[in-house]
């Protein structure tokens, strides 16, 4: 059953204009194959996925689908309309299917993906409706699943979890889209790339990609490289061509002309293809002396009613020129009010900050109303009129400057609201880094990033003489960009470490494991009395976290209508308050409920 084939492509070609996007592929498809589906934007992945659902057919070629194949496909964009709450909506979904068989795994990826049954489908965010979306794929029992960006909308744990289910609970074959490598390390053993057209096939992960990807450039510049140099040597003996061989000499320059010209387009293709978003670094104004912010001795905390939710406490550091320092924790957690107060916006209770004279700082903020949705990329850019963009004191074309971001020169004049989530961060991204300072807050800059995107920003860092803080759940992104992190674990605690993002959070879910996976003895033990008013104080911190988190998701859902401050100012301020009171209580129970595990495990020793 291993081995099983489960479709076979032979030689199957697809285009939408004179220009294939697909070449006469040709592959099969097994049973237990996990693979990255990996290509640039626009070289056809999303119409291979389509016609691999049976959306669409080759316009040549042969496709053959196993009988007992059951493909579910997680598209990018899921429109569901309903009017039904989510329970109702999953309940009529899963009805033949049996719904009462899957309610407890429907309900346990709920809770995993943080989807509260609850709510309305009306009033769901494009973020929550694409979690429904992998639910349900999730449950359907497909033996093939094509996964369109699945990390999307997801935190660390909610990754983390799906990772464990596609290596462990998972038993059929996945094709996956993501911009995650960590991601595409963690959970695939083979790569489709495709490029020009073609599918070229690593029989290894995502892993092994790089290299991989990196000798086939390689063995093919070579083999462009001695085209090159025959065609000049055949030039070359033409041009001193014998007159009695004349039109024997005509006929072969014929042939070596076509030839250089097949060349020439093979070339062109291959450096485009090999080519990645560039992005030129200069040392932009001149940085100030080492030390650029100094937090001294600094707490912040919120009273909600009777109650105080300590976010920061007793915080010292220096942050020093070139440092590079990730953050991470839940949500909720004080990751944001550090950073407010980092941007001068806020100010901590007590102790004191520090700046630098000469400090200056760029933020990358996705919520930001740094770009105006009404205008278009070139306003936004070039808000003074004209066509070209300073960047760090020298005047470049703003078409030039956008080719660096994979904008067409004919796209500078389409409307911010017109473009995907990715082109908007993207575009977030060219106005931010047109002019960084000595200072550069990002706050989740990887969201709808493509994976050439990524790479520029990532060189871009690694050339950036600046400081660097970056609040994101891209594990890989940190690892490549921090050699600093900053663990928000909640109620005043930042952990400082030097070890990678990876190694910080294994060490983190490697002690949460042991705790869960105590002596069984233990639990056995005849309570207290006072373990058991512990257990019921337990049960009523659990019973509130629950009803916390339900609030929390609701304003979530609302503030995440990207129009909301426009269309409605006062319900976005007033929701914004709610969730951040909710946030705050919510820290402060599940510290409380933490200590009284802590204080149960401790009677029952």
């Not at 289910?165 to 053993?189: A, C, I, M, P, Y």
């Not at 949460?512 to 233990?522: A, C, Q, S, V, Y």
């Not at 007033?574 to 009284?596: A, I, M, V």
């Amino acid at each position: 059953m291993r081995f099983e084939t489960f479709l076979t492509l032979k030689d199957c070609s697809f285009k939408y204009t004179k220009s294939p996007i697909l070449k006469e592929i040709s592959f099969s498809i097994h049973n237990q194959e996990k693979i990255a589906l990996i290509g640039k934007n626009g070289v056809g992945k999303t119409t291979l996925m389509r016609i691999l659902n049976k959306e669409k057919e080759p316009e040549s070629g042969e496709i053959w689908f196993n009988p007992n194949l059951k493909i579910s496909y997680l598209k990018q964009k899921n429109n569901i309309i309903s009017k039904s709450t989510v329970s109702d909506y999953l309940k009529n979904y899963f009805k033949e299917n049996d719904y009462e068989f899957n309610t407890f795994r429907i309900e346990n990826y709920c809770k995993k993906l943080k989807i509260n049954h609850n709510n309305l489908i009306s009033e769901l965010s494009g973020g929550l409706i694409r979690k429904i979306g992998l639910l349900k794929i999730l449950v359907d029992d497909g033996n093939f699943l094509l996964l369109d960006e699945p990390t999307n909308h997801l935190d660390i744990e909610s990754i983390r979890w799906l990772e464990n289910f596609l290596n462990n609970e998972f038993k059929g074959s996945f094709l996956v889209v993501s911009h995650d490598r960590k991601f595409l390390k963690n959970v695939t053993n083979k790569v489709f790339w495709m490029d020009r057209g073609k599918i070229k096939v690593s029989p290894k992960g995502f892993s092994n990609f790089e290299d991989w990807s990196q000798s086939l450039i390689e063995q093919e510049s070579r083999e462009l490289k001695n085209k090159r140099n025959f065609l000049k040597q055949e030039l070359d003996w033409l041009s001193k061509g014998i007159k009695a061989r004349r039109k024997r000499n005509e006929r072969r320059l014929k042939n070596v002309k076509s030839l250089e010209k097949d060349f020439k387009k093979e070339q062109s293709d291959f450096l485009k293809a090999i080519s990645n978003v560039k992005f030129n670094i200069t040392d932009g104004e001149e940085l100030g002396p080492n030390v650029v912010v100094q937090l001294f001795n600094i707490s912040k905390s919120y009273n909600v009613g009777q109650k105080n939710f300590k976010m920061i406490e007793n915080f010292n550091y220096k942050f020093v020129r070139g440092e590079r320092i990730g953050i991470i924790g839940k949500n909720g957690v004080g990751k944001s009010t550090f950073l407010n107060i980092i941007l001068k916006k806020i100010s901590p209770d007590t102790g004191s900050v520090k700046f630098r004279s000469s400090i200056s700082y760029s933020y990358f903020d996705q919520n930001s109303e740094q770009i105006i949705q009404e205008k278009t990329i070139k306003e936004n850019l070039i808000p003074n009129g004209g066509g070209y963009i300073e960047i760090n004191g020298k005047k470049i074309h703003i078409c030039g400057y956008l080719k660096n971001f994979l904008f067409k020169p004919n796209e500078v004049n389409d409307k911010i609201n017109s473009l995907s989530g990715g082109q908007k961060n993207r575009i977030l991204l060219a106005k931010v880094l047109a002019s960084p300072k000595n200072l550069l807050i990002l706050d989740e800059p990887t969201n709808d990033l493509d994976l050439e995107t990524l790479d520029m920003l990532i060189k871009f860092l690694e050339n950036y003489k600046g400081t660097i803080l970056i609040a994101s759940h891209d594990r890989d992104f940190l690892d490549k960009c921090c050699k600093k992190i900053f663990f928000f674990h909640g109620n005043g605690i930042i952990e400082i470490s030097n070890q990678s993002c990876s190694d910080v959070l294994e060490k983190f879910y490697s002690e949460k494991e042991k705790l869960t996976n105590l002596d069984p003895k233990i639990t056995k033990s005849i309570p207290s009395k006072k373990t058991n008013n512990t257990e019921k104080e337990i049960k009523k911190i659990l019973k509130k976290i629950e009803k916390l988190e339900e609030n929390i998701l609701r304003c979530t859902e609302i503030l995440e209508n990207s129009t909301l401050y426009i269309e409605d100012k006062q319900t976005f301020i007033s929701t914004s308050e709610k969730l951040k009171n909710f946030q705050y209580e919510l820290n402060l129970l599940e510290q409380e409920w933490r200590n009284l595990e802590e204080e149960n495990i401790k009677d029952t020793e």
